[in-house]
């Protein structure tokens, strides 16, 4: 069974930095890429940063040059450094993976139960 | 970019009804497009991807269709367990943008 777990999440002042790690088991992590997916309070979900199995990285606009996405596939945990943290970046964070190595495109199959990063002062 | 639009925003059925929810691209997609629930408090979970492929274990009463631009989610006979929110992607090309969601609820 595929399993993804979240963990970093936390309480940060604006301007601070938190890093995010999702285990996964169950599966061949090095085959697949693996994204974060957020979910402000009470908002929608948007896609935030992609890690492909060959490790091109891929970044909405609204946290490019401020976060880092990286993976450890001899540890099969994915990794999501955020640095300048803004009231904005408040969310669940929810990892996320490729939905099948043979269909292509970018879906997500399944998604781990998400941790929470709430910044404020 | 390719925006991703929802209609409607939410919507109260009756127990039985029929639900049609549509999603819009501002560009055509072809057909990767993925259709996503997300009960209260949950998860989201992968319902339909490939516009019209429904993913294991998904009850037969939902399905997906349309290519291009113009898709469609259709709940054929709404039950209580069906309330969620539901969002469309597109997982054409980055950045993977999500629908901002319909509400489901029962009337």
């Known amino acids: 069974e595929v399993q993804l777990f979240e963990s970093g999440g936390d309480l940060v002042q604006p301007g601070g930095s938190l890093r995010l790690s999702c285990a996964a088991s169950?599966?061949?992590?090095?085959?697949?890429?693996m994204s974060w997916v957020r979910q402000a309070p009470g908002k929608g979900l948007e896609w935030v940063s992609t890690?492909?199995?060959?490790?091109?990285?891929y970044y909405a606009d609204s946290v490019k040059g401020r976060f880092t996405i990286s993976r450890d596939n001899s540890k099969n945990t994915l990794y999501l450094q955020m640095d300048s943290l803004r009231a904005e970046d408040t969310a669940l964070y929810y990892c996320?993976?490729?939905?099948?190595?043979?269909?292509?495109?970018?879906?997500?199959?399944?998604w781990g139960p998400g941790t929470r990063v709430t910044v404020s002062s | 970019d390719i925006q991703m639009t929802q209609s409607p925003s939410s919507l109260s059925a009756s127990v039985g009804d029929r639900v049609i929810i549509t999603c819009r691209a501002s560009?055509?997609?072809?057909?990767?497009l993925a259709w996503y629930q997300q009960k209260p408090g949950k998860v989201p979970k992968l319902l339909i991807y490939?516009?019209?492929t429904l993913q294991s274990g998904v009850p037969s009463r939902f399905s997906g269709s349309g290519s291009g631009t113009d898709f469609t989610l259709t709940i054929s006979s709404l039950q209580p367990e069906d309330v969620a929110t539901y969002y469309c992607?597109?997982?054409?090309?980055?950045?993977?943008?999500f629908g901002q969601g319909t509400k489901v609820e029962i009337k």
């Open positions: 996320a993976k490729k939905g099948s190595t043979v269909t292509p495109g970018n879906y997500f199959d399944p």
């Open positions: 169950g599966f061949t992590f090095s085959s697949f890429a």
């Open positions: 890690l492909s199995s060959r490790g091109t990285t």
């Open positions: 560009q055509g997609i072809t057909k990767y």
């Open positions: 490939g516009a019209s």
């Open positions: 992607q597109n997982y054409n090309s980055d950045p993977w943008r």
